[in-house]
Each structure stands twice: as structure tokens, then as C-alpha cells.
């Protein structure tokens, strides 16, 4: 299974993004919980949003509202709109597939300006 991250970029503060993320190799994306994490520089890296196998979704405080995730099972994809960008959203944008194992994707970089 690989995972390839897109989406990502420059971007100023109240602008929007969209990422995707898809996986090759796959069996079973329709039973996969999937997540999107994101890293600052000098921070650890941290759930942004998650989307169950059963649709059940959930956002940390700081995107609510924001930012939605979705999932496509016609092409294994995963998604994350990203509205009204602001600063603090300056990240190194991973997603993870969480089947048996957890597998990564290789990260996009997503840079607001002020």
C-alpha cells in the first residue's frame, strides 16, 4: 500500500486548499478509519481531523467549521477542504490509513501568509 499526498501550497490568510490523498495498492478502503495529522516546525505532529470506516468525523477545535474531511471510495481517495486559512495553519500535511497497520503518506507542505 502506498499513499500519495497532494494539495498543498502557498496560500494567503482566508484562502482555501484542498488536499487529497490517494492509496495504491488497497483492499478494503471502504473499512479504513483515515486521518489527516499535520507538524509545525518545533511541534509535534498533531490530529487535524479523522473520518471512521463508518462516517463518524471529528476535527480538532482550531478547524471546526474550517476545514472538512471526506473520503471517495471510487478512487480510495481522501480529502480535506481548507477554508479561511490563517497563519497557525502553516503545516507539513500528513495522511494515515489505519487497516491493520498504520501507513502514511509523505506529507504536503501547506503555507499561509499574513
Known amino acids: 500500500v502506498q499513499l500519495q499526498a497532494s494539495g498543498g501550497g502557498l496560500v494567503q490568510a482566508g484562502g482555501s486548499l484542498r488536499l487529497s490523498c490517494t492509496g495504491s495498492?488497497?483492499?478494503?478502503?471502504?473499512?479504513?478509519?483515515m486521518g489527516w495529522y499535520r507538524q509545525a516546525p518545533g511541534k509535534q505532529r498533531e490530529l487535524v481531523a479523522f473520518i471512521s470506516s463508518g462516517g463518524s468525523i471529528d476535527y480538532i477545535n482550531s478547524v471546526k467549521g474550517r476545514f472538512t474531511i471526506s473520503r471517495d471510495s471510487a478512487d480510495n481517495t481522501l480529502y480535506l477542504q481548507m477554508n479561511n486559512l490563517k497563519s497557525e495553519d502553516t503545516a507539513v500535511y500528513y495522511c494515515?490509513?489505519?487497516?491493520?497497520?498504520?501507513?502514511w503518506g509523505q506529507g504536503t507542505q501547506v503555507t499561509v501568509s499574513s
Open positions: 495498492g488497497m483492499v478494503d478502503f471502504a473499512f479504513t478509519n
Open positions: 494515515k490509513f489505519i487497516q491493520r497497520r498504520d501507513y
